[in-house]
């Protein structure tokens, strides 16, 4: 598997993004904001990260995803390893993460790869999605927020 920048003259894959985040506003409002980054097997795309400066020194990693038929093989894993180390070699200090109280598996994920909860944006989902969002039958309400040093 190989992970790189998206090139600007080349399509985002945009169903793939819609798995992180059910918003389409918001996932082209990160893309324009942000940097791309894909992982391909064989020239297809199975998973891609967005990186979006937010403050000084600090960037969020935002719309994570694996494609369906290639969860659970520890690309996901790759992926935020990789944003990792791209936020550093950057110049960054800090990276962050959001996700939804509801995101057991993506919750324990990010805590694998080294990010600590630092905060709680309560009600996040409700304030700023128009369909309530169930995952592992859970509510998803507020966001959980997870920041490493880097
Ligand atoms: N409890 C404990 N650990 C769990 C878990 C759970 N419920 N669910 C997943 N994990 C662990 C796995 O065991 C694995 O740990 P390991 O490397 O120690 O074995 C790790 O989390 C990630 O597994 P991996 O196979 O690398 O992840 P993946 O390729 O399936 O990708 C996502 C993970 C989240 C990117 C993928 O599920 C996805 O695209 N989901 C939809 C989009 C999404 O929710 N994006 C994140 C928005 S915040």
Redesign the pocket.
């Known amino acids: 598997m190989n992970i790189r920048n998206l090139k600007s003259s080349e399509e985002y894959p945009l169903d793939l993004l819609l798995?992180?985040?059910p918003s389409e506003e918001i996932v082209k409002e990160y893309i324009k904001r942000g940097e791309c980054f894909i992982a391909e097997e064989n020239n297809f795309v199975v998973?891609v990260y967005v990186l979006l400066p937010t403050r000084p020194e600090t960037v969020e990693l935002v719309?994570?995803?694996?494609n369906e038929e290639?969860?659970?093989?520890?690309?996901?894993?790759?992926?935020v390893k990789d944003a990792i180390k791209q936020a550093h070699s950057k110049g960054y200090k800090t990276i962050e993460?959001?996700?939804?109280n509801s995101?057991?598996?993506?919750l324990?994920?990010y805590q694998?790869c080294g990010f600590r909860i630092v905060g709680i944006d309560k009600d996040f989902f409700i304030r700023h999605y128009s369909e309530p969002i169930f995952e592992n039958n859970i509510q998803c309400q507020d966001m959980i927020r997870l920041s490493q040093d880097l």
């Open positions: 798995l992180a985040d998973g719309n994570i995803a694996v290639f969860q659970n093989k520890g690309i996901g894993r790759q992926l993460v959001g996700t939804g995101s057991i598996g993506q324990a994920l694998k």
